[in-house]
């Protein structure tokens, strides 16, 4: 059995053998394996709505284990809590315990997207723009997970009572 890293959202930092343009260096990736146990697979993102990659086929076998020891290991996409006020230049900050949602570009970069809530809004919602903030890899390690309870659909929701 091949020593594999576990499923999650990985940077590479080197070309993978043989897929070199497929998986370069620098690159977001997850790693992942199907529900029925079967081999491990990389996959590059397909597409990004709400601040979040979604992935499809074609997936790729992952064999080596010494290019997934390469890998850097990123924390999920969610949200987050900031562990300290971010100043920004020029004006305007965000303040320690704001609550953001961590997202990543192509190339594995974390983007922090600041919660805003529209005072004169109708909804009670937090509104996450699709503009972000680019961080590096010491400030994404501190962020405080923020766990938010995902909600269904209306429509989904009364078709289980």
Known sequence: M???????L??????????????????????????????????????????????????????????????RQLPSEGF??????????????????????LGYNENGQGILFVGEWAEDGEENALRFSDRGLLIDDTLMGRLLWAPILPVKPAAAANSNA
């Open 2 to 8: 091949l020593d594999l890293p576990d499923p999650g």
């Open 10 to 71: 990985y940077r590479t930092t080197q070309p993978m053998p043989g897929h070199e343009d497929t998986f370069p260096a620098g690159v977001l990736v997850y790693l992942g394996q199907p529900s029925n146990g079967g081999v491990k697979f990389v996959v590059r993102p397909a597409d990004n709505r709400r601040n979040r990659w979604f992935w499809r086929e074609p997936t790729t076998p992952l064999r080596s284990p010494s290019w997934a020891k390469t890998l």
């Open 80 to 101: 987050y809590n900031l562990p300290d006020a971010l100043e920004f230049e020029g004006g305007g900050r965000w303040l320690k315990n704001a609550l953001v949602q």
